[in-house]
Structure formats: structure tokens, C-alpha cells
């Protein structure tokens, strides 16, 4: 087999950049792409610069305006421990974005891996991965998280290793899919035919050509793992008081419904839904403009 000429080489890898250029140019005509950009990215923002940007301190007590409605001094209003709801919502997305970031990565560093070795060996090593994959993904996330973190005690450490650990499944299916149709086409045989090893046919030669899929499934997970870290702490599962987050800070003042003070959950309840909705738009562009 004769060696693959520079020149070649160059011209693959600028019709490559070519490739990646018009895709991108299609994602940012894409106005829906942008709005779910512009969310997440005032999210990040929120996470990363909270407490410069909240008005007051998360934590600060303010025992003459408690269950305070929203006005010019608290502008979404105040807890049942006079607590700054603005300043709580903006700094809570930290702890929601870093936890379910970190699981989401976990997964797909786990799920690829599983992916590329089911799709690229087949055979009995496919048959027995595949089989413990199938009885992973029937367990529900949020119980089955439950059930880990009960059992090995709550810490945002069990929450994003249990989350990554679910969802892993999830992707290496998506991952193995693509694999097999890309471990049959020349380049991949081309590589078999130099004597290169499976680790290197693996993450040199097939990755690369699977990471479409790899995008998507992490911008669709972020989305889930999102729902689910708010969820856990919700329930009390997740971080813990007196930290900013928005699932536990609806379940702190949950009983002020009640009463009518309806300040003291909704920004958290929209906060959560508006991040969900912004993944999920990013996510939801993204694979239209791959599926082209």
C-alpha cells in the first residue's frame, strides 16, 4: 500500500476545516442556536461571576424583611430568612452548572470508551457490554440515584460520579452505533493493514469520526443532568444548606406557597427551566445541522 503524500494529507484536512467552517456558519444563522446560547451563556456567566454580580450576599440575614415581597430594596423578593432571593438565584447556578458539567463530562469520558470497545471488538465482548448496558438503562435515573446516594451518603463527590455513571450507558449505545459504522470503511481498514493496534484504530482513527454524535449526546445529557442535580437536592440529596442552589432553595420555601409567597420559589422553578430549555436548544441545533 503506498504511503498517503503530504500533499493528500493537506488537501483532506483543508476540505476538513471546510467542513467545519459551513457548519459552523450554520449554527450561527441559527436563530434558534443563538437564543439557547444566549440563555446558557447568561447562566455561565451567573456561575462564574455570581458574587460580583448579586446585589447582595446569598448568605446575609435580613431579619426586618422576612418573607419580604419583590420592590426596589429586593428586587425578586426575600426568603423566610430574609435572604436575598436575586442574590441567591444568581450565585445558585454555580453549584447546579458545576456538578451536572462534571457529571456530563464523566459520562461521556465513560460511555465513549465503552462505546468505541463494544462497536470496534463486537463479537463476545460486544455480546457481554451490550448486555450489562441493557440492564443499566431500564433503571430510572433519579431513583436509581437515590438509591446510590442513600447507600453511600450524600456529597456533591456520589452526585456527579453517580449522574456520570448512569448516563454513560446511555451514550456508549449512541457511541457503539457510530463506531460500527465507521469501523467498516477504508481508513479504519487501511490502519488494520499497517499492523496499528486497537487502542490506536480506537481513539486515533475512529474517534475523531464519531465525535458528531459524541457533541450531541453531551449537550443532550447537560440538559438531563441539569433536571437531575435540581432534582436530588430537592429532595436533599444534593448540596446542602445554607450553600445557594435552586433545588434546595425550592424546597426550603416551599411551604411559603401557601401563604401566597409565591417570590420565594418561582425564580429558582424558572431559573432551572430556562437553563434546561437553553441546553436543550443549543442541543437541538447542533444535531439538526450533523443530521444535514
Request: charged fraction near 15%.
Amino acid at each position: 500500500m503506498s504511503a498517503v503524500t503530504p500533499e493528500v494529507a493537506g488537501a483532506v484536512d483543508a476540505g476538513a476545516g471546510r467542513v467545519r467552517r459551513e457548519l459552523l456558519r450554520e449554527l450561527v444563522r441559527s436563530r434558534t442556536f443563538l437564543v439557547g446560547l444566549l440563555v446558557v451563556g447568561f447562566w455561565v456567566a451567573c456561575a462564574l461571576f455570581g458574587s460580583a454580580i448579586a446585589p447582595d450576599s446569598p448568605y446575609a440575614l435580613d431579619l426586618g424583611a422576612v418573607n419580604a415581597a419583590p420592590s426596589a430594596a429586593h428586587w425578586l423578593g426575600t426568603d423566610q430568612l430574609g435572604r436575598d432571593m436575586l442574590s441567591r438565584v444568581v450565585v445558585g447556578a454555580r453549584s447546579v452548572l458545576e456538578i451536572a458539567l462534571a457529571a456530563t463530562v464523566l459520562g461521556i469520558v465513560l460511555g465513549t470508551v465503552l462505546g468505541l470497545i463494544t462497536g470496534y471488538f463486537r463479537g463476545l465482548v460486544d455480546e457481554v457490554l451490550s448486555r450489562l448496558i441493557e440492564a443499566v438503562l431500564v433503571l430510572p435515573v433519579v431513583i436509581t440515584s437515590l438509591l446510590v446516594i442513600v447507600a453511600l451518603g450524600a456529597s456533591t463527590t456520589t452526585v456527579t460520579i453517580t449522574i456520570g455513571a448512569i448516563f454513560a450507558p446511555l451514550i456508549a449505545r449512541t457511541v457503539r452505533a457510530a463506531v460500527i459504522q465507521e469501523r467498516e470503511l477504508d481508513y479504519v481498514e487501511a490502519a488494520r493493514l499497517r499492523s496499528e493496534n486497537a487502542l490506536y484504530v480506537m481513539f486515533v482513527e475512529l474517534l475523531p469520526n464519531v465525535l458528531a454524535p459524541i457533541t450531541v449526546e453531551f449537550t443532550v445529557r447537560l440538559g438531563y443532568a441539569i433536571f437531575t442535580v435540581a432534582t436530588l437536592s430537592f429532595l436533599g440529596f444534593g448540596v446542602q444548606v445554607p450553600t445557594p442552589d435552586w433545588g434546595l432553595d425550592i424546597a426550603s420555601n416551599i411551604s411559603g406557597l401557601s401563604p401566597g409567597y409565591w417570590w420565594e420559589v418561582l425564580p429558582d422553578a424558572v431559573a432551572i427551566a430556562t437553563l434546561v430549555i437553553g441546553v436543550n436548544l443549543v442541543a437541538d441545533s447542533i444535531e439538526r445541522v450533523l443530521d444535514r
